[in-house]
């Protein structure tokens, strides 16, 4: 079965990665957490 989330550490690095790629800024730990519980909702 194709799992449907990322855990918070994967999501993190995509995130990461894909801001570097953009030149966006980094998210605040505040905005990252919201977004992992979000994310299982």
């Known amino acids: ?3 449907t989330f990322f ?3 994967e ?3 995509a995130e990461l990665d894909l801001q570097r790629s ?3 800024r ?3 730990p ?3 957490n919201l977004q992992c ?3 299982w909702l």
């Open 30 to 32: 505040e905005e990252f």
């Open 22 to 24: 953009l030149g966006h």
């Open 7 to 9: 855990t918070c550490e």
């Open 1 to 3: 079965m194709e799992r």
């Open 37 to 39: 519980k979000c994310a």
């Open 26 to 28: 980094e998210f605040t």
């Open 11 to 13: 999501s993190r690095k």
